[in-house]
T-cell receptor, first 111, second 115 residues
Framework: QQQVKQSPQSLIVQKGGISIINCAYE??????FPWYQQFPGKGPALLIA?????SEKKEGRFTISFNKSAKQFSLHIMDSQPGDSATYFC??????????FGPGTRLSVLP | DTGVSQDPRHKITKRGQNVTFRCDPI?????LYWYRQTLGQGPEFLTY????????KSRLLSDRFSAERPKGSFSTLEIQRTEQGDSAMYLC?????????????FGQGTRLTVV
């Protein structure tokens, strides 16, 4: 029940395209959902986060869509750029406990 | 630099040796997490502290692993009698837990190689 599922495992997108990564969870006690971006050899960097009382949050080219009833949330990267090529992790937090991470999606944006 | 700092960045050790890693969180953050990440995988939770209290430990944290956070500031993670399976990136993160959750920020990690 603590698991967060993430898909796809890898994604190839043309420059200027939209990258979409999906996550799903089971534990309804999760109440905070961040996305992290990680480049090789670096620690994960917080990208954007959402709480379940909001259905969408946008920051620049990055948007989180959240469907509480389906227990799913997704990251959309608009106008994808080669510099966005990285591994993306969704995560979920049960307040008072620890963050649970998805297995990651390796995104490659072709020039 | 006001981010999460980890030291060392890289550590190579022989099997059976003890190693210790240090994490300095963002100064106003009262919660500190340790995670382990192997190649191609997401971070796996090891343990976390609220101030100086260690509130939860994962079953991944065998008795060879110990973590401390004296005075609720920096934290250390020690691995005794290292094994090749301990080779991984060890990540530290900090956040401020109060009335509402705030973001957790990660350090650059310590990459451990056990030979």
């Amino acid at each position: 029940q603590q698991q967060v599922k993430q898909s796809p495992q890898s994604l190839i997108v043309q420059k200027g395209g939209i990258s979409i990564i999906n996550c799903a969870y089971e534990n309804t006690a999760f109440d905070y959902f961040p996305w992290y971006q990680q480049f090789p050899g670096k620690g994960p960097a917080l990208l954007i986060a959402i709480r379940p009382d909001v259905s969408e949050k946008k920051e620049g080219r990055f948007t989180i869509s959240f469907n509480k009833s389906a227990k799913q949330f997704s990251l959309h990267i608009m106008d994808s750029q080669p510099g966005d090529s990285a591994t993306y992790f969704c995560a979920a937090l049960n307040y008072g406990q620890n963050f649970v991470f998805g297995p990651g999606t390796r995104l490659s944006v072709l020039p | 630099d006001t981010g999460v700092s980890q030291d060392p960045r890289h550590k190579i050790t022989k099997r059976g040796q003890n190693v210790t890693f240090r994490c300095d969180p963002i100064s106003e953050h009262n919660r500190l997490y340790w995670y382990r990440q192997t190649l191609g995988q997401g971070p796996e939770f090891l343990t976390y502290f609220q101030n100086e209290a260690q509130l939860e430990k994962s079953r991944l944290l065998s008795d060879r692993f110990s973590a401390e956070r004296p005075k609720g500031s920096f934290s250390t993670l020690e691995i005794q009698r290292t094994e090749q399976g301990d080779s991984a990136m060890y990540l530290c993160a900090s956040s401020s837990q109060g009335g509402a959750v705030t973001e957790a920020f990660f350090g650059q990690g310590t990459r451990l190689t056990v030979v």
